[in-house]
């Protein structure tokens, strides 16, 4: 069991690329992918990226392939997502997610995780 807390976010100009963290605290980090959601009102959240417990392994939405990064680090228990080149449609509550490493729902799904951050509002101006 995991807290999460998200930060970074805020209002970026169009092209901008801030980094998202998801400070961790609780017991065995390293033992859960890392997943990064968003969500606008009236849509359901949108999977964007995930990193596997090692950092060995990424995955990425078609909608973000290319722009976003997503990385760990686990001896500082944070995981990280660096957004480049965002466009007003980028504009989202970005929340981080934990899912434990036994876990064989699909990693795509937000019912394949078990803990979430409360959220941070990126809003990207044109």
């Known amino acids: 069991q995991v807290q999460l807390v998200e930060s970074g976010g805020g209002l970026v100009q169009a092209g901008g690329s801030p980094t998202l963290s998801c400070a961790s605290s609780?017991?065995?980090?390293?033992?859960?992918?890392m997943g990064w959601f968003r969500q606008v009102p009236g849509k359901e959240r949108e999977f964007i990226a995930r990193?596997?417990?090692?950092?060995?392994?990424?995955l990425y939405a078609d909608s973000v392939k290319g722009r976003f990064t997503i990385s760990r680090d686990n001896a500082r228990s944070t995981a990280y997502l660096q957004m480049n080149g965002l466009k007003p449609e980028d504009t989202a509550v970005y929340y981080c997610?934990?899912?434990?490493?036994?876990?064989?729902?699909?990693?795509?799904?937000?019912?394949?995780?078990?803990?979430w951050g409360q959220g941070t509002q990126v809003t990207v101006s044109s």
């Open positions: 997610a934990a899912r434990h490493f036994t876990t064989r729902a699909p990693d795509t799904a937000t019912v394949g995780y078990q803990e």
């Open positions: 609780g017991r065995s980090f390293s033992a859960y992918v």
């Open positions: 990193i596997s417990w090692s950092g060995d392994s990424t």
